[in-house]
């Protein structure tokens, strides 16, 4: 993920300037692509940072540092918190309702995930995605879909083709109602269903690894996400068909033409300012 390693300067919230970080080298990024930094903007609807914190401390359950760690990581991800923002922990204890010491330990595990980079006595810096990491993320999808769906056997497949069936619906009324929101929650689990299929819980856990990474990528894209509702759904079936033939080799070249598509969508630069 992007760091800072001293490039250009880049404004900050508040004043004052942050290092923009560099995407570095030797990807093997889809073709058309070229390496930067994907900048965070708002994206779609979030709530605010107060009701969220104080919906989570009526429910109880978990501790002040998983929730500012949850809030955090959720308006990281869905873009109210963008890349190159440089975060204070008492303004975010004060956004929070809670003490400096949780939001501390939020901020150390943002960073364990590489989503910040803390600074002492300055804050912590939002990173963002590079468009090498996007690659990346693309490739190792490919490679844990389409494995994971090589292991599952018939039965499995069969078993799993009606699941699809009811995710696409859901997909399409979400696309319809224009809710990226559900949209992404959607289309997230169900690719999650194909790793899932092949029984194999360390693929799955390293599919998981990735969901985050994914999550920022299509917030990023936005409205451009609904303007792409009717191809995104076809590849979507065309996955299923795949599927139900047991065509191992067609959904493997299915699956590798919808992310390309999505990593290009991801890094389109009438989307993104790089």
Known sequence: ????????????????EVSEASSGSGARPFPGSSDGLVAGSSVGPTSSSAQSI???????????AERAYRHLRDAILEGELAAGEMLGESGLADRLGMSRTPVRAALVRLQDEQWVTIYPKRGALVNGLSVRDIAEVADARYVLEAAAVQRATPGMIERLVPRLEESLKAQARALAAQDLRAFIDATTGFHRMFVEVSGNDVLLEMSDRLADRRRYMLFRQGERLIERREEMLAEHRELIDALRERDVVRFAEALRGHLRDTHEAAVDPVTFVP
Do not use: E, Y
């Open 1 to 16: 993920m992007a760091g800072d390693t001293g490039g250009n300067p880049v404004r900050a919230k508040g004043g004052g």
């Open 54 to 64: 104080a919906s989570s401390s009526a429910r109880g359950g978990s501790s002040a």
